[in-house]
């Protein structure tokens, strides 16, 4: 369906959160963070917090089988 076994599905999206802010739905598959490639949900986890802070956090993602790039600013809703 989306062309890869590589990335971190997102499962769920809270509304306030950075994510939600920037416009990630459930069921986007997250393939890049910044310059970071995404493996799966723990190397996802693992980034994160490399970009706590920062405004305009590019994440390149899958959203029903196209290929698009969100700008995410990463508050600690992360942590």
Same mark, same amino acid.
């Given at each position: ?19 939600? +802010?920037?416009?990630?739905?459930? /069921?986007?598959?997250?393939?890049? =963070? ?26 390149? =993602?899958? +959203?029903?089988?196209? +290929? =698009?790039?969100?700008?995410?600013? =990463? /508050?600690?809703?992360?942590?």
């Amino acid at each position: 369906m989306n062309g890869t076994n590589k990335g971190a599905m997102i499962t769920t999206v809270i509304r306030g959160t950075s994510a939600y +802010r920037a416009d990630l739905l459930e /069921d986007d598959v997250v393939l890049r =963070i910044g310059t970071d490639d995404i493996a799966d949900a723990k190397a996802m986890k693992d980034i994160l917090p490399k970009y706590y802070g920062k405004d305009g956090v590019a994440f390149e =993602i899958i +959203r029903k089988g196209t +290929r =698009i790039v969100k700008m995410v600013g =990463i /508050d600690e809703a992360y942590k």
